[in-house]
T-cell receptor, first 116, second 113 residues
Framework: DAGVIQSPRHEVTEMGQEVTLRCKPISGHDYLFWYRQTMMRGLELLIY????????DSGMPEDRFSAKMPNASFSTLKIQPSEPRDSAVYFC??????????????FGPGTRLTVL | AQSVTQLDSHVSVSEGTPVLLRCNYS??????LFWYVQHPNKGLQLLLK??????LVKGINGFEAEFKKSETSFHLTKPSAHMSDAAEYFC???????????FGAGTRLTVKP
């Protein structure tokens, strides 16, 4: 398996523009997670899905952020409009399950977002 | 709610010497604990995890960690550091009551030749 795939790897945009980050989880994994990593706040869980259904979006910073998972092999994280403070590395991760041996999250390489 | 504290933001060791990265946690319930490693410009990779089985957990690349409930600690160790171990290490705790996963702030490990 190719692992978790994220695109783009780098994104530079201007304030106010819409940004869409993409993730393809490992085939067969039922859980998908979106994280944000910054120097100031470290790693933060934004939202996670189980079988394509959002379970917990309490980490989504505000209404400008939205995430979807239209099918088991694809998820998007959208920021509209983007702001400079959204600059961060965004990671997607997937796992077979929660708890026990299945509770191992596999991370993608991340998307480095810069909002000017 | 659970939380995790990594006691050192930066650890520097010489190649071939032991590594100790410290992690303390708080949890209302029986936690699961994880150590992840992040190399520069890479995603996180699981090193090892504790899920209420053996308290001494062995992971990849020669790392291991011991769960000590009385000390609420889950320190990561390796007998002999290698240059390739230089990376950022994250301790993570999960309460199974709420499936909430909390990451520590990270410890940057530097390995000197």
């Amino acid at each position: 398996d190719a692992g978790v795939i994220q695109s783009p790897r780098h994104e530079v945009t201007e304030m106010g523009q819409e940004v869409t980050l993409r993730c393809k989880p490992i085939s067969g994994h039922d859980y998908l997670f979106w994280y944000r990593q910054t120097m100031m706040r470290g790693l933060e869980l934004l939202i996670y899905f189980n079988n394509n259904v959002p379970i917990d979006d309490s980490g989504m910073p505000e209404d400008r952020f939205s995430a979807k998972m239209p099918n088991a092999s694809f998820s998007t994280l959208k920021i509209q409009p983007s702001e400079p403070r959204d600059s961060a590395v965004y990671f997607c991760a997937s796992s077979l399950g929660l708890g026990g041996p299945a509770d191992t999250q596999y991370f993608g390489p991340g998307t480095r977002l810069t909002v000017l | 709610a659970q939380s995790v504290t990594q006691l050192d933001s930066h650890v520097s060791v010489s190649e071939g010497t032991p590594v100790l990265l410290r992690c303390n946690y708080s949890s209302s319930y029986s936690p699961s604990l994880f150590w992840y490693v992040q190399h520069p410009n890479k995603g996180l990779q699981l090193l090892l995890k504790y899920t209420s089985a053996a308290t001494l957990v062995k992971g990849i690349n020669g790392f291991e960690a011991e769960f000590k409930k009385s000390e609420t600690s889950f320190h990561l160790t390796k007998p002999s550091a290698h240059m390739s171990d230089a990376a950022e290490y994250f301790c993570v705790v999960r309460d199974y009551n709420n499936n909430d996963m909390r990451f520590g702030a990270g410890t940057r490990l530097t390995v000197k030749p």
